[in-house]
């Protein structure tokens, strides 16, 4: 089996090294998402704002796949502050189908650039 580098303009480039996605076939392997704009590079303001910029990067890098958030199996969350759990739901709840993905959500000492979110998941095609 050969992996396949995901990449779109729809998502901030990487600021590591690694890349936006993984192809391995049937599986399609998003890498940590935070709330960055891809235009500027910018993390928006507030964790509502992060949480829908990141489930955008995420959507976007899965339409690079030729998928969807209905082909997400699996997510991991992790939040600066688990008192934004509340808010980071509402906004993902919006982006996610039935059946919904499996989930761990954690809260985490700190993030990428000072991010209140990150999320990366994991994709199944067919």
């Not at 391995?24 to 890498?31: K, Q």
């Not at 958030?69 to 906004?91: I, P, R, S, Y």
């Not at 919904?100 to 959500?105: E, G, H, Q, S």
Request: charge should be neutral.
């Amino acid at each position: 089996m050969s992996l396949k580098v995901v990449s779109t303009n729809g998502a901030p480039t990487a600021i590591g090294p690694y890349s936006q996605g993984i192809d391995a076939g049937n599986l399609v392997f998003v890498a940590g998402q935070v709330g960055r704009d891809p235009g500027t590079g910018e993390l928006a303001d507030g964790i509502a704002a992060q949480s829908e910029r990141v489930m955008k990067n995420i959507a976007a890098i899965l339409d690079a796949a030729g998928l969807t958030w209905a082909n997400v199996a699996k997510t991991t969350c992790m939040l600066a502050e688990m008192g934004d759990f509340e808010a980071f739901n509402a906004v993902y709840t919006r982006f996610v189908s039935d059946p919904k993905p499996a989930r761990a959500t954690y809260a985490v000492k700190a993030l990428p650039r000072g991010a209140l979110v990150e999320v990366e998941a994991f994709a199944v095609r067919g």
